[in-house]
């Protein structure tokens, strides 16, 4: 059954479009998320869109309004035979994301797919595969590495200017929403972990995590979860997910041998402060052999500083880099095989949760 309230008109596909020509693009999914994503669609100037598809068509007339040109339809076929629309966008549950975006590859279309890519490691390798296999950009929504205050994090610390990283801490507890299909740690954890593969330089990578949960209430999965991951510089992360916290916190400390960094999401006044603060451990050579062990270690108490950040809708950033990424022919700063990453954590800290905190090791490098 074709059930489009209103088809687009008929459109020109990439070979007339030309190399600067707005991009056909179409939102799977007008749940929760999708109406982000079809804002944001449709107000910059890179894309064109041209359907807004779910399987309850009256909920995509609801998001696009009275007026709109955009079709709105349940027929996901006729959308992946248009040959005006070059880009699909996924936003519907994480459990379908392996059978709509494998479609749209193999209708030759680029994928963004929203986090986690994919349910498992396994699926999420398959879209990886098929994009590479066809020459199309695949890319997953890490949303807050769009984010001003992220960008600026992984320029320092990219940089080097906190210095060699030790320990990355990151806090993102709430009266969340209790969910039936996934627990707290593939409900939040993939924010902290998109977020810590984005700013780590090339060089420092997780090799293993552990992870502990609980759920004092009886929801049936974690509503608490503690994650640690060690780093294959011997540096360590924690990230804690709660869905139980009567204060909400989003809160990332990146420690470093020369400065502290500490991002407070809930902050605008002043996001991120740099601490040229710490330990420094002397050297041995530098003390007597009859000086005392103590004296290794001196204090740092320098100055905190709050670099000027920018504020830019981090979703309005990510649709310019899928287009970007789309016709550089690169892959997007967090493309397919930064989700896979990412699931590689999530599943092996599930692995983890399973053996009461066992440390499981990790697949993927860079
Ligand atoms: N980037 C972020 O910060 C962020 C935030 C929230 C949700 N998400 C992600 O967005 C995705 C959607 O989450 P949500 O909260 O909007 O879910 P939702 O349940 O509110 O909406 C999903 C929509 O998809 C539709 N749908 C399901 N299967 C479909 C199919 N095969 N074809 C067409 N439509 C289909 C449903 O009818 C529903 O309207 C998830 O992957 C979620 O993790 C990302």
Redesign the pocket.
Known sequence: MKDTAQAPAREAGSADRGPTGPLGVAV???????P?LVRNFQSAPQFRLRWL????VD??RQVLGGYSTVGAT?D?AAVLADPAVEAVA?????G??L??ALAALRAGKHVL????LAATYEDGRRLVAEAEERGLTLMC????CYTPAVGRIREMVRAGELGEIQFVDSVRINLGLVQKDVDVLW?LA??DLSILDFILPDHVQPVAVAAHGADPIGAGQSCVAYLTLQLNTGAIAHVHVNWLSPTKVRTTMVGGSKRTLVWDDLNPAQRIAVFDRGVDLSAPQEIGADERRDMLVSYRTGDMVAPAIGEKEA?RSMVEEFAAAIRTHRPALTDGRAGLRVLDILEAASRSLEFRGAVVGLRTGR
Request: a negative charge; hydrophobic letters at 30%.
């Open positions: 799977v999914g007008a749940g929760y998320w999708g982000n598809c779910d399987l309850d909920r995509a349940s996901y996924v936003a519907t549950p994480a379908t994301h059978e709509v797919v929203e986090k986690p929504d890490h949303t807050y409900d993939p924010h979703l």
